[in-house]
């Protein structure tokens, strides 16, 4: 059990480029979410896949926003057109299948954007 | 529209004593807690959950309390160590809609003095 990986750990980018993440979940966990961390604040939930499929989106995924998770297995999340509001920390968390007990997320060290 | 409040930024502790955080939330159908601990440039790590049917979990130094009634929950810490310095979030989630989506509050920054 490597954990939840994450990849950029930081991108630096210009205002209107394309700009993709990659998150590894731990291999045994069905679930798979991303959040948004801006300064001051706590993470805010961005999209959720079970297995592949994508079930929940926030409204604060706008259409320059995609997310993959093909397979299953990692899952990808696009940027199109950055804009410097974007800037943030992205972070990808999974969790196993419902159970007993625990129901937390095991989060990654995140991606820093910074729009410049 | 913030459902999980944190409403003291930060928090002040000498080493030794109890640290005491508090979390409010509005959605009566919030039936899963959580709280993470945050150091910078990492990701949040998972510290104790607590479910509804409960009002009380423990584990080791960290107890969370729950009382639905006021839609309270609070974190206790005993004893404070200075590497409890940390950012603590707490979360809340509706079970029975199936995601298990969480959503945070804003953070208390703990600050532990030896």
């Known amino acids: 059990d490597t954990g939840v990986s994450q990849d950029p750990r930081h991108k630096i980018t210009k205002r209107g480029q394309n700009v993709t993440f990659r998150c590894d979940p731990i291999s045994e966990h069905n679930r798979l979410y991303w959040y948004r961390q801006t300064l001051g604040q706590g993470p805010e939930f961005l999209t959720y896949f079970q297995n592949e499929a994508q079930l929940e989106k926030s409204r604060l995924l706008s259409d320059r926003f995609s997310a993959e998770r093909p397979k299953g297995s990692f899952s990808t999340l696009e940027i199109q057109r950055t804009e410097q509001g974007d800037s943030a920390m992205y972070l990808c968390?999974?969790?196993?299948?419902?159970?007993?007990?625990?129901?937390?997320?095991?989060f990654g060290s995140g991606t820093r954007l910074t729009v410049v | 529209d913030q459902q999980v409040k944190q409403n003291s930024p930060s928090l002040s502790v000498q080493e030794g004593r109890i640290s005491i955080l508090n979390c409010d939330y509005t959605?009566?159908?919030?039936?899963?807690f959580l709280w993470y601990k945050k150091y910078p440039a990492e990701g949040p790590t998972f510290l104790i959950s607590i479910s509804s049917i409960k009002d009380k979990n423990e584990d080791g130094r960290f107890t969370v309390f729950l009382n639905k009634s006021a839609k309270h929950l609070s974190l206790h810490i005993v004893p404070s160590q200075p590497g409890d310095s940390a950012v603590y979030f707490c979360?809340?989630?509706?079970?029975?809609?199936?995601?298990?989506?969480?959503?945070f509050g804003t953070g208390t920054r703990l600050k532990v003095l030896a």
């Open positions: 979360a809340a989630s509706e079970g029975a809609s199936g995601t298990y989506k969480y959503i």
């Open positions: 968390a999974s969790s196993p299948p419902r159970g007993l007990g625990n129901y937390g997320y095991t």
């Open positions: 959605n009566s159908m919030f039936d899963y």
